[in-house]
């Protein structure tokens, strides 16, 4: 069940797992959807990080459901990054994994965490050098 206004950690993979996310341009689909989804699904993005394989995504949900805002950012992503790459098939594998955030956790410290993980799989020494991240906080 999905609440207008609740903050969701939500994590989606890539088909098979495979790191189709390897640099800016390959990220930036995904990147723009993103965007997308703040304006149009009504969806607040508060941080993010794509990685290889995979993208973990804050957001405070707006007027639509949780499914309809992955799924058409998934859909956005998929769509710009087929015809920048002149690719077809599946980009991201069906369902996603959802957290809501409960009032006592801390939306920072779920915001470290996501922007942490090029840290965690040794993609980089200090964070500023991974190039697909963001978050709301400075």
Known sequence: MSIP?????????????????VDWPAGRPVLNALRV????????????????????????LG??????????????ASREYQARRATTGHLWQ????????RTDESLRNVAAYIVANPLRAGL????GDYP?????WP
Not at 38 to 60: E, I, N, S
Not at 63 to 76: I, P, S, Y
Not at 94 to 101: L, T, V
Not at 124 to 127: A, P
């Open 5 to 21: 206004g609740q903050y969701y950690h939500v994590t989606f993979a890539t088909v098979n797992r495979v790191p189709v996310f």
């Open 37 to 60: 989804a703040g304006t149009v699904d009504d969806a607040q993005t508060l941080a993010y990080c794509l990685m290889p394989d995979h993208l973990h995504w804050l957001l405070r």
């Open 63 to 76: 007027r639509l459901t949780l499914a309809q805002v992955v799924g058409q950012m998934k859909g956005r």
């Open 94 to 101: 069906r369902g996603y994994y959802d957290h809501a955030i």
């Open 124 to 127: 980089v020494e200090k964070i």
């Open 132 to 136: 697909l991240w963001d978050t709301i």
